[in-house]
């Protein structure tokens, strides 16, 4: 399973802070970035001109870093940072591996007793695999038993008694056993 998080970052002279798609710095910056996406940058002493800027595309591997103007290609996508705009394009006829969607819901039980099947289903739709992309491995459904008590003519649910008074130790010394039991039962009919 793999999780993206792509951040464009923005600063201008007032220093405002605008949270995108990706990590691009529009002023003459030196960038650190790390997997944890930490951040440390100092001014160039040659001024803020945006062509020494540098930035990067986070992708399945490791962080790939470029100058402004130069093109990367990842995650099928063309990007090229210009003057503090990122610019991507899809790549044509480049594969993307099909991801699982989250599980939908329990389905409604498939009887109301003597055993049933409850089933939650997933789509191969994040993302879809493309262009000769490799499917989603694993079931894309679920089941489990449910409703699993007997069933009555009468329809009505079993229920418990209360428990038994403690029966008389089975020795008077020495560690013996007692017990208790309780019935399960089924209501009368309602007529």
């Keep these: 399973i793999y999780i993206y998080i792509y951040i464009y970052i923005y600063l ?4 405002s802070l605008s949270l995108t798609l990706f990590l691009c710095l529009s002023l003459s910056l030196s960038v650190c ?5 930490s951040l440390s ?3 160039h002493p040659g001024g803020l ?5 540098s930035w990067a595309w986070p992708g399945r591997s490791d962080w790939q870093f470029a100058n402004p103007g130069e093109t990367i290609i990842a995650d099928c996508k063309n990007c090229t940072c210009e003057a503090g705009v990122l610019h991507c394009q899809s790549v044509p006829g480049c594969h993307v591996d099909g991801g699982w969607s989250q599980w ?3 389905s409604e039980c498939s ?5 049933g099947v409850k089933l939650r289903m997933r789509q191969c739709d994040n993302p879809a695999p493309q262009s000769g992309g490799r499917g989603c491995a694993g079931m894309s459904e679920q089941q489990r038993e449910c409703n699993n008590h007997t069933c009555t003519d009468s329809g009505l649910w079993p229920t418990w008694s209360p428990w038994s008074s403690w029966s008389v130790c089975s020795v ?3 560690g013996g056993e007692q017990s208790r ?4 039962s089924f209501p009368p009919a309602l007529a």
């Excluded at 201008?12 to 220093?15: P, Q």
């Design 12 to 15: 201008s002279v007032s220093v």
């Design 33 to 37: 970035l790390s997997l944890s996406l």
């Design 41 to 43: 940058f100092a001014l």
């Design 49 to 53: 001109d945006s062509s020494n800027t």
């Design 104 to 106: 939908g819901g329990w």
């Design 111 to 115: 009887a109301p007793c003597g055993g």
């Design 172 to 174: 008077s010394c020495g």
């Design 181 to 184: 039991t309780r019935l399960c």
